[in-house]
């Protein structure tokens, strides 16, 4: 309750908010991690958040047939304590941005996925519904030049819970690019993983 969330009961009883203490797991699952990155935006939001080309976050060097994850937690209503890599747009004004560097010139294909598991639940004091929680927003992949604000590719092909996907692009040469992360539903969570 310290976050700001309330009590719910889920369909599987799964949940840390559910009124009735359930010792099968420990620590917040994936509903309340939704929650809470509704409210204060995931890890990467701290301290200005990554939304531009100069404070993005740094996925580290793309090498030939290497592929770069993040968001790779997001897959299940139970979270295991080793899952600890969720990442959101949290409404319709958040942006991610992420950089990776290339030492040549490549090509390289960008994949964006909703994340997120579909599930019964009855919010506090509300009636029960089904919640798809991989189908809140309608993402936008755009991959970036190296100065951080020129957009080289976009893909929004989708709607809410469609995958989009940059195909073999191929870059100009080594360097730093970027790539940008978007969705249009106001004030909704969408858990995404990116792979480079």
Do not use: C
């Not at 559910?18 to 797991?25: A, D, H, M, R, Y």
């Not at 309340?32 to 993005?56: C, F, H, P, V």
């Not at 190296?146 to 957009?151: A, F, R, V």
């Amino acid at each position: 309750h310290a976050l700001g969330l309330k009590h719910i009961t889920s369909s599987a009883s799964n949940l840390l908010m559910e009124p009735n203490i359930v010792s099968s797991f420990d620590g917040p699952q994936f509903d309340e991690i939704l929650g809470i990155q509704r409210s204060y935006g995931d890890i990467y939001e701290k301290s200005g958040g990554n939304e531009t080309g100069l404070t993005a976050t740094s996925l580290g060097l793309l090498a030939s047939g290497q592929t770069l994850s993040i968001g790779t937690s997001a897959g299940s209503v139970v979270v295991a304590a080793s899952d600890t890599d969720f990442v959101s747009i949290d409404d319709e004004s958040d942006v991610d941005v992420y950089s990776f560097t290339t030492t040549a010139a490549a090509t390289v294909s960008i994949e964006l996925s909703p994340r997120g598991p579909t599930y019964t639940f009855t919010p506090e004091e509300d009636t029960q519904s089904t919640w798809n929680t991989a189908s809140q927003s309608d993402l936008t992949v755009e991959l970036l030049r190296t100065d951080g604000t020129t957009t080289l590719s976009t893909s929004n092909v989708g709607g809410p819970g469609v995958s989009e996907a940059i195909s073999s692009f191929s870059l100009p040469g080594a360097g730093k690019y970027y790539v940008r992360v978007t969705g249009s539903t106001l004030n909704m969570t969408q858990m995404y993983r990116l792979n480079i």
